[in-house]
């Protein structure tokens, strides 16, 4: 299979981040953009293929700081999209930085979620069972919300490979 362009992986990503940064405005979190393409607009391109250390590290910074209104606790989220929704420990890079970071992965049948811890224990989310964003309880999130958006997952990705 021909790997897709770079901007079309990047407007994939780009979808995925809004639809989660949207659930969590709807449900009352401060989302605070933390990633690459925030901290340091316009790199993005130039890091596509550099290999430094420092590109590297900048390339971790998860996409988001998501602040809980109600208690003020932060926690580190990034947000992948996989047609699939196939996402394994072994995908971040070996001295991933953000440990207490939790993925949420978009994909064409909803949404997962699940930790770094939880991904280095079992090595890949699996699609069915309690990793989805429905079944995690890293937020406060309501049921209904988490359904809708789920439902635009679905929706906006049923033909994207």
Known sequence: MQKQPFHFRILKAR???????ELFKLNGYNVFNF?????LPGITGSLNTNTSEEAQIIRQLPDFVIQNTSDGSLQYVEVKYRNKGNFK???????????NAVFIIVHKTGIGCISYNQLK?????????????????????????????????????????
């Open 15 to 21: 979808i995925a981040e809004t639809l989660i940064k």
């Open 35 to 39: 990633g690459m393409e925030q901290v």
């Open 89 to 99: 420990f072994a995908d971040l890079p070996k001295d991933f930085k953000y440990t």
């Open 121 to 161: 224990e079992i090595g890949k989310l699996p699609l069915n069972g309690p990793y989805t964003i429905d079944n995690q309880n890293y937020f406060q999130l309501s049921e209904d919300s988490v359904q809708e958006f789920m439902n635009y997952a679905r929706m906006l990705f049923a033909g994207v490979a």
